[in-house]
């Protein structure tokens, strides 16, 4: 069963994994409100969000509209224009197909600055029979097209059945993605809490493109794909 991103990220938060704040909405008075929420939170920029069972939003465009999938806004007002142009249109996008899918609710989101881009994956090896932990540096792009085009850039650590994920491993993920002291050990805190949110809700696969590094050194998930 996959979920959408909203869904994703409150069980992610349930765990501890760091997530931008955001709001879901179905109707374009609710995104405006959402908005509002943000904003009285010291939200500065927004972003608005189509959810729909595919990957590929940002760079997917409606029929009808043609509006992104994903629009950042620096005001309500334009939050509000972004949620009229992306309710009730269909979004096609690279894993849609030309049939494309209808956005019935869109996810609202402080939009946080972006200092680097990762990519973070988990799911089963069935090969090996393990659950394995994928990273790169290369956030932010198809992790297909960087397996085909740039392997290297692919670091992986496959964990033990039955056992736990280990810091060591944890620590080897985040110095391959060229993470240093602060934001080092917030990065290995994430792995950590990440792998038990994908062990203890017995999912298919975790998919966190981006991961991203904020000029605070934080680390957040700012997307999150969820079988």
């Keep these: 069963m996959k979920i959408h991103e909203y869904q994703a990220k409150e069980i992610l938060k349930s765990y501890g994994v760091p997530v931008p704040d955001g709001i879901a909405a179905t109707s374009v008075d609710e995104a405006v409100e959402a908005a509002k929420k943000l904003e009285e939170n010291g939200a500065t920029l927004f972003v608005v969000k189509a959810q729909i069972h595919a990957g590929g939003r940002g760079k997917g465009r409606t029929k009808k509209n043609n509006a992104k999938g994903v629009i950042l806004c620096k005001s309500v007002e334009e939050v509000k224009e972004a949620a009229e142009s992306l309710l009730g249109d269909v979004l096609v996008t690279i894993q849609t197909g030309e049939s494309g899918q209808l956005v019935q609710r869109l996810y609202v989101t402080d939009g ?69 002291g602060e934001a080092l050990k917030k990065g290995i805190k994430f792995i950590m809490a990440i792998y038990n949110a994908y062990v203890e809700t017995d999912s298919d696969m975790f998919e966190i493109n981006p991961l991203i590094l904020t000029p605070d050194n934080d680390i957040l998930a700012l997307d999150a794909k969820v079988t």
């Design 112 to 180: 946080v600055d972006i200092e680097k881009e990762f990519y973070l994956g988990i799911l089963l090896d069935r090969a090996l029979s393990k659950n394995v932990i994928m990273v790169s540096t290369e956030g932010g792009v198809e992790i297909e097209k960087v397996a085909e085009e740039t392997p290297e850039k692919i670091v992986k650590e496959w964990v033990e059945p039955g056992m736990p994920l280990q810091v060591n491993q944890a620590r080897h993920l985040a110095f391959a993605l060229g993470l240093e």
